[in-house]
């Protein structure tokens, strides 16, 4: 399946820099695992920042610095043998490095019920703006409607996604901002497993849902 | 085309040497090699920490940090995948964030059987891809001043948009769209490289 919605150039560019924060660094980089395209274009990135290292001006460096680096790479060992690891045939649904932020594979996973039919994982990334968590959603679910106050970031990785007028498979990323309103719901065929990057809390429209929030810390 | 000719006569040559310099670390731990890398780097690692808002002796920490880095993983360094300025790029940029955000920047791993590759590479796309860094050097030497140090103020210095429209002293949309010109000019031209190969 060809994955047809990319990350945004601001999304990218954050991350070639290195100003994003680190949940949504993991969505960027969950993305980019899966898809080729992406990974040429923060290729590209990465080029502008070695023009522009480059392009900067010289600071003056002490004369001592470059003896004292030369000291400590006498010191290094034989660079070590890189880790061997044994092949796997496992069939992955969530790509690295958002499997081992999870702490596994799907059905690894201790999920926590969330509301009926919608299940979580909150995934720890200490000193970020941002929250992530992986969702899943049972086929058909709608998820309660919804606006912003920040950004959101979402992910699919299994089943499809409904979102406006979009259908989201596999590898496919949504940006929504404070402006968007939207009641997205998973596809008829199979759960839909979603890593969803918040950077404020969702307001919800309706009141029931509103008094489930705080439970729930989305 | 003939700029693109012009620009390789000059920076080519210093790039394809800092190249080369990494590849005989690689080989047989040449510190000559590393010397002239040093040289070349420290200076400008340096002024970079320090963009990103390090004090000068933590600026200068982090910049022996990545030079030590540069020796350590001068194998891991491809030339046909990037230059030497954007590999160490890379590393200083990967130091930043753990020195002075203490936070991590997560990647993906082409191991890892989840992994999507890029498919048959062709001998030819193989080149364009060396070719990639050329097209977009020659774009970032086209634009003005003014859209250039947008740019470098977005990339180097973390600034949001509107920090630095307050910098600038320009009005925020302008800030945006000469952004959003600079990136759509980036990717013309490296669209225009694909359109060749077509």
Known sequence: MTIKFHLSDDLLLGYSAG?????????????????????????????????????????????VMMSSVLARIRCESEVASPVTRSPSVANFLIPEPLRSYVGGDVEDLNWIRMAPRVHQIQINTPNSRSQARLLRFQSGTSVPAHGHRGRELTLVLTGSLCDRDAILYRGDIAETDERTEHQPHAGPDEDCICLAVTDAPLRFKSMFARLLQPLFGI | MVALEELRGEENAVAASLADCIARISV?????????????????????????????????????????????????????????????????????????????????????????????MLPDVQLERAETEQRVRLVMNSLSPNEKSVLMLSFYENFSHGEIAERLGIPLGTVKSRIRLAFARIRAALDTRQGEQQ
Not at chain 1, 29 to 57: F, I, K, Q, V
């Open chain 1, 19 to 63: 100003s994003l924060d680190e949940a949504s660094s993991l969505l960027v980089a969950s993305h980019l695992a899966l898809c080729p395209h992406c990974r040429a274009r923060n290729s590209s990135l990465d080029s502008l920042g070695g023009y522009m290292l480059d392009a900067l001006p010289e600071a003056s460096v002490p004369t």
């Open chain 2, 28 to 120: 047989s731990k040449d510190e000559a090699s590393f010397e002239v890398l040093f040289r070349y780097f420290a200076p400008r690692l340096k002024s970079y920490f320090m963009r990103l808002g390090a004090d000068a002796s933590a600026a200068e920490e982090v910049t022996q940090e990545a030079m030590v880095q540069v020796w350590r993983n001068a194998g891991q360094f491809d030339q046909s995948k990037a230059s030497a300025s954007t590999w160490i790029f890379t590393i200083a940029r990967n130091l930043s964030i753990d020195a002075f955000r203490r936070t991590r920047r997560p990647s993906f791993d082409p191991s890892d059987p989840a992994f999507i590759p890029d498919g048959e």
